[in-house]
């Protein structure tokens, strides 16, 4: 979904001509416009029915959840039993016990 409508904003932004400023980098005269271009991209694309919805639009199918749609931080349906990992045990350093030795100064 993330992938979708990333370039179909993307696709939108194409479509408009380079702004006059600037050389023509930029396709918006200021931060305004831009933001009301893509406010309304974005609400025209929440609006749109699509396939992988089955044929909803996402804004409908926010509005129409029944049910939470997550399981985070509850115990109950997934029932995860964590898998205990065998490592091998360590084995003793052959300098263990020989610290550094640190002189008290009393």
Do not use: W
Not at 19 to 42: C, P
Request: hydrophobic share 30%; glycine share 8%.
């Amino acid at each position: 979904m993330v992938e979708r409508f990333n370039r179909r904003l993307a696709e939108a932004i194409r479509t408009v001509p380079p702004n006059g400023d600037n050389a023509g980098r930029n396709r918006f005269a200021n931060h305004q416009d831009r933001n009301a271009f893509i406010k309304n991209t974005v609400d025209a694309y929440n609006r749109t029915r699509l396939q992988c919805l089955g044929y909803n639009a996402p804004l409908q199918r926010l509005n129409n959840l029944t049910e939470d749609n997550t399981f985070a931080g509850m115990s109950g349906p997934l029932n995860f039993t964590p898998i205990p990992i065998k490592r091998p045990m360590p084995q003793p350093s052959p300098f263990q016990g020989e610290g550094i030795k640190l002189r008290s100064y009393g």
